[in-house]
């Protein structure tokens, strides 16, 4: 190949990544400044960022529908959310969840695995099908509106899968807020000390801000303990998001357009990557907080655009029955972990 003809493919290729990025500027721009609105707003009137953004995203959804912004809203949605997961790994560290001790540790992977079990099962007297089960519980028993992100982006698509995401973010992320008010109420009645009370804030609240909430409102050393558990549950976001794709691909119905789930999602490997990396000290602390902010920022952007991709009725429609299901889990997991709490300590 001549150095012309590289030159011209060269600009080709160039003129074709301007192009692209023209056309998602616009709905990405609009994303940022819906997460950005959530993020000042969540500051000032102690709401989760999380539910904020995505609704004051359903509050303009009419640019997720039409106009300049649908291409960039879409991408926001789907590619930004990807690697927002990915990069969630730089928070995990085996090494200091090591330390916990493995009763402990095998109570809370036995506590996430249990309650995905619970929700697969008990779904259908809920009038609900494996798809949403695995959506509810798995965001319960992870890492709520991350989870639910992650597990739904591994999931056959159909019509209906917009709605239930964005149902299961809102429920997961209410009741996260729920119980960082009631928990701690709780283990004070309970009489729990630092390390329990931290194993149970960790172990049962759905989101990493509400923990961490939860876990430094009674004292630093339950804060760390909290913060810590919640981590390893976090941990198990890959493994579980692995494992569902393989079931996925081998007996789940394919999709209208007969396309199978990836084997193994790259943002998967990715956080399997960071994970590994930065537990074995290979991530300078400076680089692991700059991409774990980067991580929450790349969230908020990709749930602000999710929202605006969202028919706020048809996420309403999903019924009462769905809550009933979302709490029945919740519950589950709750009840989990305190009764391997009272057996183990």
């Not at 192009?19 to 989760?48: N, R, S």
């Not at 493995?102 to 779904?123: C, K, N, Q, R």
Request: with cysteine; net charge neutral.
């Amino acid at each position: 190949m001549t150095d012309t003809s590289l030159r011209n493919r060269s600009m080709q290729m160039a003129q074709t990544l301007r192009g692209h990025a023209k056309e998602l500027f616009p709905g990405v721009a609009v994303a940022l400044i819906v997460a950005v609105t959530a993020q000042f707003l969540a500051e000032h009137y102690a709401t989760p960022a999380m539910l904020l953004a995505l609704l004051l995203g359903i509050a303009v959804s009419f640019l997720g529908e039409e106009g300049k912004t649908v291409a960039g809203i879409a991408f926001s949605a789907r590619a930004l959310l990807r690697l927002g997961i990915a990069f969630l790994g730089v928070r995990v560290s085996m090494m200091l969840m090591v330390g916990l001790g493995w009763d402990l540790i095998a109570l809370v992977v036995g506590g996430v695995i249990a309650t995905i079990g619970f929700g697969l099962l008990v779904a259908r007297f809920f009038g609900h099908k494996w798809r949403f089960a695995l959506l509810t519980a798995g965001s319960v028993a992870i890492c709520g509106a991350s989870a639910a992100m992650a597990i739904s982006a591994i999931l056959p698509r159909d019509d209906r899968s917009e709605e239930r995401l964005i149902f299961t973010v809102m429920g997961v992320t209410v009741l996260s807020t729920v119980a960082m008010i009631a928990y701690p109420i709780l283990v004070k009645f309970l009489d729990l000390d630092s390390v329990q009370a931290g194993v149970f804030l960790g172990g049962t609240i759905h989101d990493v801000a509400q923990v961490v909430g939860a876990g430094f409102s009674i004292s630093e050393q339950t804060g760390d303990t909290a913060t810590l558990v919640k981590l390893m549950r976090v941990a198990m976001l890959a493994p579980i998001v692995l494992m569902a794709s393989l079931m996925i691909r081998s007996f789940a119905e394919l999709p209208t357009d007969g396309t199978r789930p990836p084997l193994l999602p790259g943002f998967v490997v990715a956080f399997l990557g960071l994970a590994l990396l930065n537990s074995f000290g290979f991530i300078p602390a400076v680089i692991s907080d700059t991409l774990s902010q980067v991580s929450r920022w790349l969230l908020l952007t990709a749930i602000a655009a999710v929202g605006m991709k969202t028919n706020l009725k048809q996420v309403l429609a999903v019924g009462g029955a769905a809550i009933a299901l979302i709490i029945v889990e919740t519950l589950f997991i709750a009840g989990l972990i305190l009764a391997g709490i009272t057996i183990l300590t």
